[in-house]
DNA sequence: TCTCCGGGAGAACAGTTGTTAACTGCATGG
DNA sequence: CCATGCAGTTAACAACTGTTCTCCCGGAGA
């Protein structure tokens, strides 16, 4: 798309993500309301004052990483969701694919389940504004659902909501497993799947 | 039960007390991890050393808080579960308890959902194990039920943590809508009751 | 080739932090 | 009534924090 940056803004993006970088890293012990400024640029190995050429404060750090690590996962939602197949296939497929990303984006995942109720209001505000897209892209997909005829508005929200709390719940049991040994990921797969597929059951006779 | 204490032990109790309740106030703004001993001191007016006097650090503090929050909860949950009347009934009645509460005690229900997944780990285990205390509750009062008859341990077990799971996210939800118009409060109320009357349903028809 | 701009370095600032030590006053148990 | 134990105080410690100002240097545009 864009052509390739000069050399002076691409080190300056290079310092940039290594400053979110190093922060995601001191973050799995800590929460953001507690990381400090000095302590990022000490880890990165740069002046404490370089933090200010990139980012206002830490909290500003924090939205930018809001958007790193849900930004690019609005995609994958789509697809999740998406009425192709058996209900019992869809729901495998969507935990294993949950398993996948928390396996691949510890920290990702980590960062967002604690400052979703963190003490850094803009960070939470920027997370529920993209939980809230994701509830509403989920929305339109099973929309499409032939089994959604009849649903209301409020009542395919509702659903979408469901799905997308249960969504980060499970990723974070399986972060929480992530250093235990297989079988008990795959006892969190399995209570993950039975959750989805009691709401599943539910959503089949909604309308009765 | 106890006879009165001393004149000692009560005023040790009252500072001990001063020194949480200072510590909840402040937690509201900030995460337990960057909340600082000399801070809650200086809160309660008292000097920093006697802090030690009561607790070893602050993540020892919160551990206390999360007793106090979550500790007293068990009766409660209990009688919401038991079925004694019409699902619907239920339903609205268990939604305006937790309206209630989250109203009584908004800074103990803003701590826990902060901290469930916060940056301090004895207090992360601390919840979850009353969490998971509530779970089991929680299941051994959907046992009584007659409606949970052919359910197998794991699946009452499932049931009973999306209860306490659906609990803990509409208290959050409750929590954010404190200070805006009531009828933002109602529609949340309506949101948590059209969840729980989805998994009532699929609860129904389980065993199909 | 020269000038300019901006990412980064360096030093210094006033405050803050957790923790130690030695103390004071007073309720308590013998 | 007196000795003891203990909640709370005072003072000091080195280490750390966010922020400002001044400077440097090398890529970028003319």
């Known amino acids: 798309m864009s052509h390739t940056l000069g050399v002076r803004q691409a080190q300056k993006q290079r310092t940039r993500q290594a400053l979110l970088d190093a922060a995601l890293a001191l973050l799995e012990e800590q929460s953001l309301s507690s990381l400090g400024l000095r302590e990022v640029t000490r880890a990165v190995g740069v002046a404490p004052t370089a933090f200010y050429r990139h980012f206002h404060s830490t909290a500003d750090l924090g939205v930018a990483l ?3 690590a849900l930004g690019s996962l609005h995609p994958m939602i789509r697809t999740t ?3 192709e197949q058996h209900s019992d296939e869809r729901i495998a497929r969507a935990v294993e694919l949950i398993a996948g ?36 892209e989920v929305r339109d997909e099973l929309a499409g ?19 997308v709390d249960q969504m980060l719940s499970t990723a974070s049991l399986f972060l929480e497993a992530l250093n235990a040994p297989e079988r008990e990921r795959r006892r969190v797969a399995e209570l993950a799947a039975r959750r989805l597929r009691l709401i599943s059951i539910g959503r089949g006779h909604w309308l009765d």
Chains 1, 2 share one sequence.
Do not use: K, N
Request: charged residues 25%.
């Open 101 to 136: 990303h928390v396996a691949a984006h510890p920290a990702h995942v980590r960062f967002i389940a604690r400052e979703r109720h963190g003490g850094v209001q803009p960070v939470r505000e920027a997370i529920r504004d993209q939980l809230g897209r994701f509830a509403e």
């Open 81 to 83: 969701v998406s009425p």
């Open 145 to 163: 659902d032939p089994g959604a005829a009849g649903w209301d508005d409020g009542d395919l929200l509702m659903l979408a909501g469901l799905y």
């Open 66 to 68: 809001v958007e790193e």
